[in-house]
């Protein structure tokens, strides 16, 4: 069975300030981890995701996001948050052999001007 | 980039009709796409998951003959809602995988809003 917790439902930073979303997963072989950004009534939007390699993951619109396999995490993080970064977060894993992807509860993130 | 469509983006049904929802893959092929439920402020909910030219198979707890999903083409799946009810209400997303290209992330589309009055 694979999960992922997401613990913070909510994110609030001042612009410009450094973001942070985490996210810790759980699957019994090699996790591939994905994280998605959802704006209000929208889909949802691919930011980046790991497979394998580099354990640092570079994404779009500035995100990255960091593979820790001791501490089976994923954390997605920005140097400096924008207002338009406002949105709803989700991480997502499946493992290596399935398709199926479990999604975390999400993190609500708040940028204020 | 993969292009995934939803077609309505948005309906509102009065209750015991039938509602179908279109996903399609306009610049891949997708032997599988997945349906997604999302209640407000919620994660998303795997509804089933659907294969081409085969029966779709559904997750625990999904009626099957309240959700009925066709997948009769490489680029078009259909999601009908029959006999819907108020709670039937909410926010309905697919995603497809571009098997083809061996990417492995899923595409989504931009989700269908059902309203059920």
């Known amino acids: 069975a694979q999960s992922v917790a997401q613990p913070e439902d909510q994110v609030n930073v001042a612009e410009g300030n450094p973001l942070t979303v985490k996210c810790t997963y759980s699957v019994s072989g090699n996790p591939y981890l994905f994280w998605y950004v959802q704006y209000p009534n929208r889909g949802l939007q691919f930011l980046l995701k790991?497979?394998?390699?580099?354990?640092l993951v570079k994404g779009s619109y500035g995100f990255e996001a960091e593979f820790n396999k001791s501490q089976t995490s994923f954390h997605l993080k920005k140097p400096s948050a924008l207002v338009s970064d406002s949105a709803l977060y989700f991480c997502?894993?499946?493992?290596?052999?399935?398709?199926?992807?479990?999604f975390g509860a999400g993190t609500t993130v708040t940028v204020r001007a | 980039g993969a292009v995934v469509s939803q077609h309505p983006s948005w309906v509102i049904c009065k209750s015991g009709t039938s509602v179908k929802i279109e996903c399609r893959s306009l610049d891949f092929q997708a032997t599988t796409m997945f349906w997604y439920r999302q209640f407000p402020k919620q994660s998303l909910m795997l509804m089933a998951t659907?294969?081409?030219?085969?029966?779709?198979?559904?997750e625990q707890g999904v009626e099957k003959d309240k959700f009925l999903i066709n997948h009769a083409s490489l680029t078009l799946s259909t999601l009908t809602v029959t006999s819907a009810h108020p709670e039937d209400s909410s926010f309905y997303i697919c995603s497809a995988r571009d098997v083809i290209a061996g990417t492995y992330e899923q595409y989504f589309g931009p989700g269908t809003r059902l309203t059920v009055t």
């Open positions: 997502a894993v499946r493992e290596s052999n399935d398709y199926k992807l479990s």
């Open positions: 790991y497979i394998t390699g580099d354990n």
């Open positions: 659907s294969n081409e030219g085969s029966k779709a198979t559904y």
